[in-house]
């Protein structure tokens, strides 16, 4: 069955610092892969997307995640925090034919000043 | 355009009660879903409709959920009797085919006392 893990629950880092997210895939075929974010009060965002092609895909607020398939991996990486990026960031993946999305359990970004 | 909303925001009801969640997709979006967040863990898809067609209803924990979308336009997901492991999150989200990215609401946060 496909599944999606953010080992990480819990990340801080400093403003201006470098971000990393982690997040492994299961999937059988090619994957449609999703990185949302959730701002407090408000729903999912979506940062980007991948579907074929570039394995390294730029988002929206400076925010980029580059698929590996050897490793199942889809990270998400951003070169300078703003502490404006405090959220909790969900990857998620495309299940079947009709867009079922199958997301991991969030990592919750804090961002020290 | 507006967004996708979702009314309540809160609700705050007792063991055994009804509660009824609506959601409103972007105007012209045919697929609508809802998934649902519970105790901090992954979101978990419910189920999808295609106009007022249940597409997949997979994810309904139990028959205790009853959705509807009647006309294909609002939905509303019913859960009755509520329990307490019913307590969480329950997001809506909306695509016009379902090859697109979906649009998130809010949520809904359902709390069972």
Redesign the interface.
């Known amino acids: 069955a496909q599944s999606v893990t953010q080992p990480d629950i819990h990340i801080t880092v400093s403003e201006g610092a470098s971000l990393e997210l982690r997040c492994n895939y299961s999937y059988g075929a090619t994957p449609y892969l999703f990185w949302y974010v959730q701002s407090p009060g408000q729903g999912l965002q979506l940062l980007l997307k991948y579907f074929s092609g570039d394995t390294l895909v730029q988002g929206i607020k400076g925010f980029e995640a580059e698929f590996k398939r050897s490793q199942s991996s889809f990270n998400l990486r951003k070169p300078s925090v703003h502490w404006s990026d405090a959220a909790e960031y969900f990857c998620a993946v495309v299940s079947g034919g009709y867009n079922k999305l199958i997301f991991g359990a969030g990592t919750r970004l804090a961002v020290h000043p | 355009e507006a967004?996708?909303t979702q009314f309540p925001s809160h609700s705050v009801i007792e063991k055994g009660q009804t509660v009824t969640l609506r959601c409103d997709p972007i105007s012209g979006h045919d697929?609508l879903?809802w998934?649902r967040r519970v105790m901090?863990?992954?979101?978990?898809?419910l189920l999808?409709f295609?106009k007022e067609s249940k597409?997949?209803e997979s994810?309904m924990p139990n028959n205790r959920f009853l959705a509807e979308r009647t006309g294909g336009t609002y939905s509303t997901l019913k859960v009755q009797p509520a329990e307490l492991e019913d307590s969480g999150v329950y997001?809506c989200?909306s695509?016009p085919n379902?090859?697109?990215?979906?649009?998130?609401?809010?949520?809904t946060r359902l709390t069972v006392l």
């Open positions: 967004g996708v697929n879903y998934y901090g863990k992954e979101i978990k898809f999808h295609v597409q997949d994810g997001f989200a695509s379902s090859h697109n990215e979906q649009f998130f609401g809010p949520g």
